[in-house]
Every structure is written in structure tokens, then in C-alpha cells.
């Protein structure tokens, strides 16, 4: 038999974790319900626009809803486009850009139950902003 869930359901409409502005970015931290993950949803609208190279002391999924990315996984580099998944492993930095034409939207699945996240700026590359939170 399954093993019975500690959790209760719950419905978290999305101006409870999604900033009401266009393109939309929300951080949902899964720790207030229980939960092993956290999920961001996070948009651009500028080429070149994304998060600088960072990590995080967990596992992290993208899922790239719209737009398309090239992203850098420690010493790889890939395309994403629409409906693509990318894996981004524990300890490895990374960070990814809309490479246009248009909005890049993303939703990004930490596996953990709070955000931590290190800046790792490039040369002449400022920090992350802290704008999701």
C-alpha cells in the first residue's frame, strides 16, 4: 500500500506568489505547504536579459514556456526553446538568456524547500537583481 502523505491539498491562486507586472515573475517556497520544491516563474522581455551565473546547493528543472534561452550549465552551453527542459545539477554554476525574438518565460523548479541561491558574477556582469522576492 502507498505510503499516506503528511500534506494537505491547497490552491495558491497566482496573485498570492505572482507579482502583478508584465512580463510576470513570482517565488513560490514550498516549505510554507509542506513541500520539497520551490517554484519560480520568471519572464523577460530583453534580449540579453536573464539571470547572471549563480548556483544553488540543490538540483533545479526549467521548463521554457515561451521564447527561447541559451543557457550555461558549468561548462556547457544550450538552446532552449519552447517546450524545452533543461536540468541544472547541485553545485554547478549556471544562468541563462533570451536570446528573442520576443518574451522568454520560464517556470524553474528548485529542489528544495527554500530558495538559495550564490551570485557568481562574470567579468563586468553586476549581480542578479533581487526582483523575484
Request: aromatic share 8%; glycine share 10%; hydrophobic share 35%.
Amino acid at each position: 500500500m502507498p505510503k499516506e502523505s503528511r500534506i494537505e491539498p491547497a490552491l495558491i491562486p497566482k496573485e498570492k506568489w505572482i507579482k502583478i507586472q508584465d512580463p510576470p515573475k513570482g517565488v513560490l517556497e514550498g516549505h510554507h505547504y509542506g513541500i520539497n520544491c520551490v517554484v519560480i516563474r520568471y519572464a523577460v522581455d530583453g534580449i540579453g536579459e536573464g539571470p547572471n551565473l549563480h548556483i544553488h546547493p540543490y538540483d533545479e528543472v526549467f521548463h521554457i514556456l515561451e521564447g527561447r534561452a541559451e543557457f550555461t550549465v558549468g561548462d556547457q552551453k544550450f538552446i532552449a526553446e519552447e517546450g524545452a527542459i533543461v536540468i541544472g545539477p547541485a553545485n554547478i554554476p549556471h544562468a541563462y538568456k533570451n536570446l528573442g525574438p520576443g518574451r522568454l518565460d520560464s517556470v524553474d523548479v528548485h529542489l528544495n524547500s527554500e530558495w538559495i541561491q550564490y551570485d557568481l558574477p562574470r567579468d563586468g556582469e553586476k549581480l542578479s537583481s533581487a526582483e523575484l522576492t
